[in-house]
């Protein structure tokens, strides 16, 4: 079975600064991992994805990540944030079998300041 | 294209009664996916229908069920509420082929009483 670790539960952060959204995940076959934002109220929306490939993954928003498979690591960066950026974030994988079923961190909420 | 849309987006039920939630995933889309976010339980997965077929399934107790209809619109049940049952309640759907995104609804925020 898949697990994912988020190590923080909540980032504050000031506007303009750079952040980091560290996700760790454990797991015996091959995966595909996510990140995924939610705002309040409403469902999630899909940041990125890693699939295969290039290790360094661009998103949405500004948003970047870095698959790191020796140290089995998925954490989200982002050069400079906004106040709109406040939100919560979450981190996923799925089993790359066709199996679509996704395990998710804990989320990390993100307070972005003036 | 229209999202995945999920109604109603609020409910109150007391406890010992029955809800039905439903969802109506993006045209084309033929794997639907229910998940249940609570504040101490996070996100679990609940289960997953493909071609009005059961795929997969989460450990949630028997009184958690769902179906997919012929046009992939989903329904989700619980019988017997508990006070643990409010969460928020999201469908996820997704295209063909395990490369494919799970795009996610608003959800339904159920309060039990």
């Known amino acids: 079975a898949q697990s994912v670790t988020q190590l923080d539960s909540q980032v504050p952060v000031f506007e303009e600064a750079p952040v980091e959204l560290r996700c760790n995940y454990s797991s015996s076959v091959s995966v595909y991992l996510f990140w995924y934002v939610q705002y309040p109220n409403q469902g999630l929306q899909l940041l990125l994805k890693y699939l295969s490939g290039s290790t360094l993954v661009k998103g949405i928003n500004g948003f970047e990540a870095e698959f790191n498979k020796s140290q089995t690591s998925f954490h989200l960066r982002k050069p400079s944030v906004h106040i709109s950026d406040t939100a919560e974030y979450f981190c996923a994988v799925v089993r790359g079998s066709g199996n679509y079923k996704l395990t998710f961190g804990k989320g990390t909420l993100l307070t972005v300041n003036p | 294209k229209a999202g995945v849309t999920q109604t109603p987006r609020y409910l109150i039920k007391t406890r010992g009664q029955q809800v039905t939630l439903s969802c109506s995933p993006i045209s084309g889309h033929r794997s639907v996916s229910w998940y249940q976010q609570t504040p101490g339980q996070g996100l679990q997965f609940l289960f997953e229908y493909f071609s009005e077929t059961q795929r997969n399934k989460g450990n949630f107790p028997g009184r958690f069920s769902g179906r997919q209809f012929s046009n992939s619109r989903s329904e989700m049940n619980v019988s017997t509420l508990e006070l643990g049952d409010s969460a928020l309640y999201l469908c996820?759907?997704?295209?063909?082929?395990?490369?494919?995104?799970?795009?996610f609804g608003q959800g339904t925020r159920l309060t039990v009483v």
């Open positions: 996820a759907s997704s295209g063909q082929g395990v490369n494919t995104e799970a795009f």
